[in-house]
């Protein structure tokens, strides 16, 4: 059954993921392998995953933490990190995950819309909450994993974890209940809260399992960050709702140690992302040679579109295909995807999942036939389709036109039925398989005092797909410097986050703007390009 990750109507992903699995017969099995950055491991079992998570809903109980309640991750890859995430959904809370390089605004911005009452982080990063901690009233509480109270609301990870019991009960859960929230980026404001739903496993497990083709031997390693809906969905979720081992690694990209990790550890399904997989093909190929990968069963990617040229470098140095998949935020699972067993028409994003109804539509709604680009939507109703934008219902409803979601993705599908993605149909910029708003980046730009204007878009990049690239107008008594550029990326990576870091900055004398007073990304987009800027009839003047 694809869906006997289901007891008694119980839809409650922590209780899945962890109780279920023991209460089947896999106390004993490891559930992760942990290895830090200094190559120490650590194996964890269902009961340990349990015994954690039941610790630490305990913990959000005592603080006060209710149903319905906000409570963040803010954390770099660690144990902690998937103790508190099943344990907050144990307890109906809601569990949204912050990448760990978010700066002072982003992290206000979500904390701030969320009206989170608690966060779970290490010393490192709580000088950032300090920060803007006076601007959130509802933030309760924060939870150090590493570190003694310094403050008013301040508690120990340790201490606390000590005095929980190590037994809880998860309320019966049914599948509507609010589960993860995750924070995407628009084009024209601020970061909207992509709200889940329990029910969201149904998608996970089946697709875990179907797509990613997961076996109850496997091992299993998805190289995302906890901080996106990857990380979340296929990096603690569908694995565990089947009872799969992962591995969970706390280093950063090292080609050697990758191949390493894979060949020792024994892995036979691998999930990471295109940019990834495009810096391993700079690597010394003797890396690829030498590496033991006969455990390893398949490779998906995911994040961003994949290029030809990295299926042809994995089928000649690897000896495998690389299967591309495809989904969203939005979507909380993977809609559409090349498998084991059906061609890679190398470029394509493959074909819809079981249940899934991708269409092609023009903007008025018609739908287009085969070879034509347009809007990719999709049929609403499957189980891990985002319930809301939190406090933001009208966009969210903006979202479903003419009786589909509209994913903001333009692509086309070929006569036999694989879709091809073409590129955004708004200026949201897909970096290294991060979203990056450009208000965001134009909002934190406009804090340096020299900057007087500021423009930004996406420009292709071979590695990171796209690159941010900044137009600055600056104040008439300031030059360009290349100190002034550190300052100007320094400043983002604070205020922002480092994968919205400009990694070029053009400065011009005038931003192009139309009469209303929007800045004309598209104008700018084809200034860098070399491109017809088109009709620019509109253009203040």
Known sequence: MIFDCIENGQYN??????????????????????????????????????RESNKFANVLKRLGIQQGDVF????????????????????????????????????????????????????????????????????????????????????????????????FLSPHTPADAPSVLHYTSGSTGKPKGVLHRHGSILSQTMTAREVLGLKPEDTFWCT????????????????????????????????????????????????????????LMREDEQIFKSANLSALRHIFSVGEPLNPEVIHWARRLLNRDIYDTWFQTETGAIMISNCPGVEVRPGSMGKPVPGIEPVILSDDGAELPPGKQGNLCLKPGWPSMFVTYLNNETVYRQKFRHGYYHTGDTARRDED???????????????????????????????????????????????????????????????????????????????????????????????????SGKIMRRVLKALYLGDDPGDTSTLEI
């Open 13 to 50: 992903i922590g209780h899945i993921c962890s109780t279920l699995q023991c209460s089947r017969g896999l106390a004993g099995k490891t559930a992760m392998r942990w290895i830090d950055t200094a190559g120490n491991s650590r194996d964890y079992s269902f009961a340990d995953l349990d």
């Open 72 to 167: 963040f991750t803010f954390l770099p890859k660690a144990p902690e990190q998937f103790f508190a995430f099943l344990g907050t959904l144990k307890t109906q809370a809601i569990c949204g995950t912050l990448f760990s390089n978010f700066g002072d605004e982003a992290l206000m911005d979500r904390l701030g819309d969320s009206r989170a009452k608690g966060v779970v982080t290490k010393k490192s990063l709580y000088k950032k909450i300090a920060r803007v901690r006076p601007r959130l009233p509802e933030l309760r509480f924060v939870i150090l994993v590493d570190d003694e109270p310094s403050a008013d609301g301040v508690f120990s990870w340790n201490t606390l974890m000590a005095q929980a019991p190590d037994e």
């Open 224 to 279: 995302a960050d906890q901080g996106w809906v990857t990380g979340t969905s296929y990096g603690i979720i569908g694995p565990w709702s089947l009872g799969v081992t992962q591995l969970h690694y706390g280093g950063a990209y090292d080609a050697q140690k990758w191949m390493e990790l894979l060949g020792e550890e024994k892995i036979t399904v691998w999930y990471s992302a295109p940019t990834a997989l495009r810096m």
């Open 417 to 515: 039925g694989h879709f091809w993605f073409m590129g955004r149909s708004d200026d949201v910029i897909n970096t290294a398989g991060h979203l990056v708003s450009p208000f965001e980046v134009e909002s934190a730009l406009l804090e340096v005092e020299e900057v007087a204007e500021s423009g930004v878009i996406g420009a292709p990049d071979e590695l990171l797909f796209e690159k941010v690239v900044a137009y600055v107008q600056l104040h008439e008594r300031y030059k360009p410097t290349r100190d002034l550029e550190l300052k100007i990326r320094l400043h983002v990576s604070n205020r922002a986050s480092s994968v919205a870091t400009p990694q070029e900055i053009v400065f011009c004398d005038s931003i192009p703007k139309n009469k």
